[in-house]
């Protein structure tokens, strides 16, 4: 009833993105999905955006984390477009980044790197995610 | 950190964002830092201060506080409807149509969250494609989690972060489903209510309290078959409604059911309509909510809804309505954070005495009943009330 003790713990929030060119979403369905029934808000963008896009919803949601969903093999261009737009407005380092979809091993160190969080390939089991995502999602209350 | 806090506060051209959040020790000034972000149009700091209100976080209500004198220049809307009448569709068609009349525009969308998990999926922002990078847009998803009276508090003051920010227009879209969605557009100015055309049982639905707080009605999807008979049950709907006083004041219903007539009979209707409600506008008897046709998808119709939402605030401002809707909105909102306090108060003073599971196990067995508990917990509260005075 009281306002004060409703909100006992935090909810997570998530935005799903869709970057680029390629159109299949079923994977980033299924995450959102899964996200929704282990408790977070997930914010779906819906297919072909922009880095520019994803970077305006990410900062105006104030997302506690961004799980990117790219099956193209343009994560080498697009990540790092998102990257820097979060940065330029100061969402960076409270944003926990993931990627999903297919990532070549050799790729990995670098998109690490440049601040992914972490890489979910294909047949990853949900748990997995949400135990990550539940443990290493920033404290921005 | 403290120090640098208070330089920003004055004086905002740093370009980058300080970590002024996780810090906990400098509350105080953390929250003015973020309240001066935010006057100083940054939106990561709009983003923060609107999900700590969400969230009731330590600290919101003095934000909340702080914004209050930034507040008041705005002009707020209210969007309600059934799920799939097109609202997200139409609000993107709206922001787009402000945008180009060179006004910033803030959205607040509503969706339900799952009350078994606390967990949504908020899906409006798909929609907003006319708007995609113009940061001038600042739309914002929030879920109905936690919604026990909380929601339309919640939204009114994420609205007032919006208006302080310095939006022109801001746009609040729920679904119309319950009282706490009723609750939530009620802090809109104007308030347009979607329907979807041969969504008979969504008319009926209307009755039950959504009817009366339209001020302007949208028969969205305008193209599709049944969109006149829509419009014409609306229009009957509305004048049962203003039936009882219509009645005593000759003069006033016939020509409203001449319009009514003559949406039924044709598409030229919505014109007669506006024209007679225009020479209404002088009258003291208040605003005759209109209803008017979109089609969402391809923004027919928008520039209509526009023009008579914009009519409807100069009603608003020149009747003295829009001060009363102030006054009352304000009420309100004291009220509800009276309640919410005292019953706050209240609910620690169950604790200390053992929960209310204990002393319902003692109505249980007899002992005492409910009325007397209440008074109990209360008495000293209205005592300590008595000696104030």
């Known amino acids: 009833m009281s306002t004060q003790q409703e909100q006992g713990g935090r909810t997570i929030r998530c935005l799903i993105a869709k970057v680029g060119l390629d159109g299949h979403d079923r994977g980033a369905h299924v995450i959102a999905r899964a996200f929704r029934d282990a408790g977070f808000e997930v914010i779906y963008s819906g297919l072909h955006r922009a880095p520019d896009e994803i970077v305006q919803a990410a900062v105006q949601e104030d997302v506690d984390v961004l799980g990117i969903s790219i099956l193209s093999g343009a994560h080498n261009t697009l990540v790092p477009k998102i990257v820097g737009g979060l940065e330029e407005y100061g969402a960076f380092e409270d944003t926990l980044l993931l990627l999903g979809g297919i990532v070549p091993d050799e790729d990995r160190a670098e998109l690490k790197e440049m601040g992914v969080a972490e890489i979910f390939g294909p047949g990853t089991p949900m748990e997995e995610t949400i135990e990550f995502v539940a443990e290493n999602a920033p404290d921005n209350r | ?389």
């Open chain 2, 1 to 389: 950190m403290t120090s640098a806090d208070r330089e920003i506060e004055t004086d905002t051209d740093d370009e980058h964002t300080p970590e002024t959040v996780d810090d906990g020790d400098t509350e105080d000034s953390d929250h003015a830092a973020l309240v001066a972000e935010l006057l100083d149009g940054r939106h990561r700091a709009l983003a923060r201060v609107i999900t700590k209100i969400e969230n009731r976080a330590p600290g919101y209500r003095e934000i909340v506080s702080r914004l209050h004198e930034h507040t008041g220049s705005a002009s707020v809307v209210g969007i309600t409807g059934s799920p799939g009448a097109g609202k997200s569709t139409l609000v993107d068609k709206l922001a787009k149509a402000y945008r180009d009349r060179g006004e910033t525009v803030g959205v607040i969308a509503v969706d339900p969250s799952s009350p078994y998990t606390g967990g949504a999926v908020l899906g409006d922002r798909i929609r907003m494609a006319s708007n995609v990078g113009d940061m001038d847009v600042f739309f914002r998803s929030m879920s109905a989690r936690g919604s026990l009276g909380g929601l339309s508090t919640a939204t009114s003051d994420a609205v007032k972060a919006l208006d302080a920010f310095g939006k022109d227009r801001v746009i609040v879209e729920t679904v119309g489903a319950g009282q706490n969605e009723v609750d939530v557009v009620k802090t809109a100015e104007t308030v347009c209510v979607l329907v979807q055309p041969g969504s008979g049982d969504d008319v009926q639905m209307l009755k039950a309290g959504i009817l009366e707080i339209g001020d302007v009605f949208v028969v969205n999807k305008a193209d599709m078959d049944g969109a006149q008979q829509t419009v014409a049950e609306l229009e009957e709907m509305l004048h049962m409604r203003d039936e009882p006083t219509g009645g005593l004041q000759t003069g006033h219903h016939g020509p409203l059911s001449d319009a009514s007539g003559d949406i039924g009979g044709g598409g030229a209707g919505s014109d007669t309509d506006e024209t007679t409600l225009g020479d209404e506008e002088g009258d003291t008897d208040g605003w005759e909510p209109e209803v008017l046709e979109t089609v969402a998808t391809d923004g027919t119709g928008v520039e209509g809804l526009i023009e008579t939402v914009g009519r409807h605030r100069e009603y608003l401002v020149e009747s003295g309505e829009l001060d009363v809707h102030a006054r009352t909105r304000y009420a309100e909102e004291i009220r509800q954070h009276l309640r919410a306090d005292t019953a706050a108060l209240l609910e620690d003073e169950l604790a200390a005495r053992g929960g209310v599971e204990t002393l319902a196990e003692r109505v249980v067995a007899r002992e005492t009943d409910p009325y007397t508990v209440a008074d109990e917990i209360v008495g000293p509260l209205a005592e300590c009330l008595r000696r104030e005075e």
